[in-house]
């Protein structure tokens, strides 16, 4: 007989019922004549009462462990001492037999709330990791989010549309994680570091309200609290406005709150230019909660600038080549001077939680002459941009809508919900600190026999 319930669902209403509980051992006390099992699984668990009625009994009882998976046959009964401090903590389950599903080794950690371990070890065992319960809440409510956002945008009419997880190298800032191509030698596919050019060709399509949960890749130094792949909310919007994004992401903010969170938000979002608030946060991501008092204090940082220097001295794309630029800047493209240039505002947005970037978007550019001149500004060759982006160049030229969008971190954004120091806290598998993959040991090096299939040959390392 399979199990009847979960483990920490049973209540005073279950008394007397017969269950079936499977699950791990969270503790044992054991006695000379009986012992106590607090059984758990993910909802939580339940005390079992075991009586050493007979030898085999009690030689199952002593050879019990911490985290042994267990299968319970017992009945219902009221705890003659209630732990208050537990949901289950009215009744515990009289065995009337055990069953031993599979034994436990001795654990690195215990599987326990505040845990005494370091975080590389954590993540080298993060299956025994995600068991704790404060663990476990963090992906449900992930879950939950994610859940309750794709709700919304269905009930606004959105179509969740998935793009290709191999692409074309259209660098955007960072670099790609390349794919070799074994058919198609020495060439190489992309992952995706966002879906922004597939997003805009479905505005092409037609598909005027799409949105996805996409993963995105993105091979950066290391740096802080990043994560070489990561999880965002993608949306895009034909015949829009920014007036027409901030109202569908704020709905949607508005939502997610009150429905996971039960908390009240408040819409709309007070607005700032970003030449306000570098004036005065010294930031582009003011936290306003100083003077707004709020909890969670929103603001959208608008009209950031089109361009911005490199450390090379360079003029680039503050966001990404595909940006509109204000109509009322454009006679600074014809400047000699810098400072006009940098100063060329464009039709971008982010926004910010209590001085975090949430995320960020843009009225896109939709007519080809407007892209090529932002492509020829940056010293893109017509040539290059041809290589790079002509199937979106191409596209232009069918009937492109006017469009615009948004991308939210999800990671960032749970991050915040639950009070995490990390974002590596809110996802299942996460990457260290320096994007190495401890659970499995990755990256690691590959046979020579498939280098060969995909015609790669390694440099020799250089000795020091």
């Known amino acids: 007989m399979k199990k009847t319930n979960y483990c920490g669902e049973l209540t005073e209403k279950d008394i007397g019922k017969k269950v079936v509980l499977e699950g791990w051992i969270r503790s044992i006390r054991n006695q000379k004549k009986f012992a106590f099992i607090d059984l758990g699984d993910r909802t939580g668990f339940t005390q079992i009462f075991v009586l050493k009625k007979n030898k085999e009994m009690e030689k199952i009882v002593d050879s019990l462990g911490n985290e042994f998976v267990l299968r319970v046959h017992g ?9 208050p401090k537990t949901p289950t903590g009215e009744i515990e389950v009289t065995s009337q037999g055990i069953e031993i599903l599979n034994k436990c080794k001795t654990l690195p950690f215990q599987i326990q709330d505040e845990v005494n371990a370091n975080e590389d070890t954590r993540l080298k065992y993060r299956y025994l990791d995600l068991r704790r319960k404060s663990m476990y809440d963090k992906l449900f409510l992930r879950h939950k989010v994610i859940k309750s956002i794709r709700d919304l945008f269905d009930s606004e009419n959105f179509l969740e549309i998935e793009t290709p997880g191999l692409s074309k190298s259209t660098p955007e800032g960072a670099r790609d994680y390349l794919v ?30 799409y949105f996805q949960i996409a993963r995105c890749f993105r091979d950066e130094d290391l740096r802080g609290d990043r994560q070489p792949e990561f999880t965002q909310l993608d949306l895009e919007m034909s015949f829009v406005e920014e007036e027409d994004v901030y ?9 997610v709150f009150e429905k996971v969170l039960n908390e009240k938000i408040k ?3 007070p607005r700032m230019t970003h030449a306000e608030a570098k004036e005065k946060y010294k930031s582009d991501k003011p936290d306003t909660r100083k003077e707004t008092k709020l909890k969670y204090s929103f603001v959208w940082v608008t009209d950031f600038p089109l361009f911005e220097e ?15 630029f204000n109509k009322e800047d454009e006679k600074k493209f014809d400047s000699k001077n810098k400072k006009d240039l940098l100063s060329i505002r464009s039709r971008s947005y982010d926004l910010v939680l209590n001085g975090t970037e949430l995320g960020s978007g843009s009225i896109r550019i939709h007519d080809r002459k407007q892209q090529n001149k932002i492509f020829d500004f940056l010293g893109i060759t017509e040539e290059d941009a041809k290589q790079k982006f002509g199937f979106l160049l191409d596209a232009f030229e069918y009937g492109c809508p006017p469009h615009g969008g948004f991308a939210v971190g999800l990671d960032r954004l749970i991050m915040i919900l639950t009070g995490s120091e990390s974002i590596r806290e809110v996802i ?11 659970l499995e040991d990755a990256p690691s090096k590959v046979t020579k026999e498939q280098l060969n299939e995909l015609n790669i040959e390694l440099k020799k390392e250089k000795k020091n």
């Open 180 to 209: 070799p191509s074994r058919i198609f030698k020495g060439k190489f596919f992309a992952l995706p570091q966002s879906p922004q050019i597939y997003k805009q060709l479905l505005m092409v399509a037609g598909i005027d309200k």
């Open 247 to 255: 109202t569908v992401i704020e709905k949607m903010i508005k939502h």
């Open 75 to 83: 009945t219902v009964k009221k705890r003659p001492d209630p732990n």
């Open 428 to 438: 299942a598998f996460p990457k260290n600190k320096n994007s190495v993959s401890l």
């Open 267 to 269: 819409i709309p979002f």
């Open 310 to 324: 490199n450390d090379l001295g360079q003029i680039v794309p503050c966001h990404h080549p595909f940006t509109q």
